[in-house]
């Protein structure tokens, strides 16, 4: 299998990046990132952009750093520097259990953190996270940079808020002071789960105060579960509290079947990761008390 013909450009700083996203908007160009996603589907000629741009020699966009209480991560960041890098385990340390489950080895040490988000595929874990950590995209363009509520970005399958002249250089994750869990379900390790949870806790003089939840794998995109997160809050922290945010988070949850699982096998799929989920994220918070 082979892509179709397309011209190809390596530029070394962002600007240059853009301009060549304006030059040759006519030819359906496309950003590479770290191509775990893009070069497969061009190979299958799903994908046929007439002019590649790929990121890797700007350094501007492979950065790790702090900002406050907020940990920045460059788009072009590989998704192993991320899951080793000290600032994100202690700031985002549900980034860093995500990105374990992220395919395997090999695919991390080439796959960047913006390229997979801004792939936006539902059943992928770095959108949950995104979602559940209210985190905020920085989006580059012709006009200069704004940025996008991870609420707002994520419209569809395989779909953005980003315009076709815009390139996604950073993601901004907030700390949250409190208890984490990452938790799917896949049939092999490495491949696509089928349900993924991603849990945010804080507990509190014995109940618990806040509560950010997100699941993918049961919608067009990574969806934030408030009936999970109001069961939850409030409550005393222990399995029972657990086991009915649980059935709440899946009470409304329609999620589309198909070859690799049924509506009600992914219902019940979700449930209990989303149980497994929260009981791990309330041990984790009590013991930072």
Do not use: W
């Amino acid at each position: 299998m082979k892509p179709p013909p397309f011209r190809y450009a390596a530029p070394t700083t962002l600007s240059e990046a853009l301009s060549l996203l304006a030059e040759h908007a006519d030819a359906d160009p496309r950003v590479l990132a770290g191509g775990q996603s893009l070069v497969p589907l061009m190979n299958f000629r799903l994908a046929q952009p007439g002019h590649l741009i790929d990121l890797r020699r700007v350094p501007e966009l492979a950065q790790i750093r702090m900002d406050g209480d907020t940990v920045v991560v460059g788009a072009m960041v590989r998704q192993s520097v991320a899951e080793r890098s000290p600032e994100v385990a202690v700031a985002a340390p549900l980034l860093a259990e995500a990105l374990g489950y992220v395919a395997h080895p090999p695919i991390r040490n080439s796959g960047t953190v913006g390229g997979s988000i801004a792939h936006a595929d539902p059943a992928a874990e770095l959108p949950a996270v995104a979602v559940a950590m209210d985190a905020e995209l920085t989006a580059a363009g012709p006009g200069g940079e704004r940025r996008i509520p991870a609420s707002e970005f994520f419209t569809g399958p395989f779909a953005t808020a980003l315009e076709p002249d815009e390139i996604l250089t950073q993601v901004r994750f907030p700390r949250f002071d409190g208890g984490h869990a990452f938790v799917e379900f896949a049939r092999t390790h490495g491949n696509f789960a089928l349900v993924g949870v991603a849990v945010l806790i804080a507990v509190q003089d014995g109940r618990v105060a806040r509560a950010a939840i997100a699941l993918s794998g049961v919608g067009p995109t990574a969806v934030r579960s408030a009936a999970a997160e109001s069961a939850v809050v409030g409550s005393t922290p222990d399995a029972a509290a657990a086991a009915a945010a649980a059935d709440a988070g899946v009470a409304d949850l329609r999620p589309a079947g198909d070859l690799h699982a049924s509506t009600e096998t992914r219902r019940d799929i979700a449930r209990s990761c989303l149980r497994r989920g929260i009981e791990l994220a309330l041990s984790r918070a009590q013991d930072r008390r």
